[in-house]
């Protein structure tokens, strides 16, 4: 929980309290979310309290039980719906993968 254990980003400038949901996706690195990612939800993850949050998470081919755990750290107010896990030999599906996710989990606009 330390600033300085995340590397540096360029600044990103989001006002949260426009949105009620929030769709994360980010690659899977030795198991755990993308560092960049990390540093991203160090900084605004308290402003996503109470807000729907999915999480799209791809990888080669490792679980992804530890990008959740990430997620759920940084973002510990967070209302999590099922995440989504695409694998790089399901690229030509995710489209399709993507879709149905956002329509099952209530992220979808229509
Ligand atoms: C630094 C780094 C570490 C990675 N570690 C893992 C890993 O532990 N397990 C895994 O399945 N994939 C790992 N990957 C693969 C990425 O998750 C994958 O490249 C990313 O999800 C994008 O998919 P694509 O390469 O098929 O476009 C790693 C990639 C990088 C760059």
Known sequence: NDASSYPAIDPVDVDFSKYDTVIIGTPLWWSNMAAPMQT????????MAGKKIGLIVSSASSGISGVERDAKRLIPEGNFTKSLWIRS?????????????????????K
């Open 40 to 47: 991203f939800l160090f900084h605004n993850g308290k402003a």
């Open 89 to 109: 030999s399901q690229f030509s599906s995710a489209p399709k993968m993507v879709a149905e996710w956002l329509k099952a989990n209530g992220l979808a606009s």
